[in-house]
């Protein structure tokens, strides 16, 4: 592939990265107005006055939290994205070897990059759930003692 033809494949495929990126937020931003507009409905349901004031404040935490980890999801995505057009790059980079050593040694560097990727991918992925399953935890928790005392 020539250098022109090479290029211009970067370009296009951080094109698609970033319009891949772009309706990712477009559909996160609905997702959380969405959830805006339930907060809203339930909220304004009639109820007692303590009973609205406890599901505020759920909802608000639970909303921070989800803002919080979909801001933490965009970061990745685009680094993730990011990468992905790094090995694309690297893999176009092996073809375009003018020997077989540099061939082979474009392809240990592609498989360790590669390798580099999936493993920042699954540590990250991890630690999202973990924060995820944390916060639920902890929410949990609170509304468990709050019912608590309010029986008491």
């Keep these: 592939m020539s250098g022109n033809a090479h290029d211009r494949m970067i370009e296009l495929l951080d094109e698609a990265g970033q319009a891949y990126f772009n309706t990712m937020k477009t559909g996160l931003k609905v997702q959380e107005d969405v959830t805006s507009w339930w907060t809203d409905q339930v909220t304004s349901v009639n109820g007692s006055a303590d009973w ?3 599901l505020k404040v759920v909802l608000t935490q639970a909303i921070s939290q989800w803002q919080d980890n979909t801001e933490k999801s965009l970061k990745q995505m685009e680094k993730n994205t990011q990468q992905s057009i790094d090995l694309l790059n690297k893999a176009f980079e092996v073809g375009q070897a003018d020997s077989i050593e540099a061939a082979q040694k474009k392809l240990n560097e592609l498989w360790e990059t590669s390798l580099d990727a999936m ?18 935890m902890e929410l949990a928790a609170k509304q468990t003692e709050e019912a608590t005392a309010a029986a008491e």
């Design 52 to 54: 609205t004031k406890k």
């Design 119 to 136: 493993r920042s991918n699954v540590q990250s992925t991890l630690k999202a759930n973990a924060q995820v399953a944390k916060a639920w």
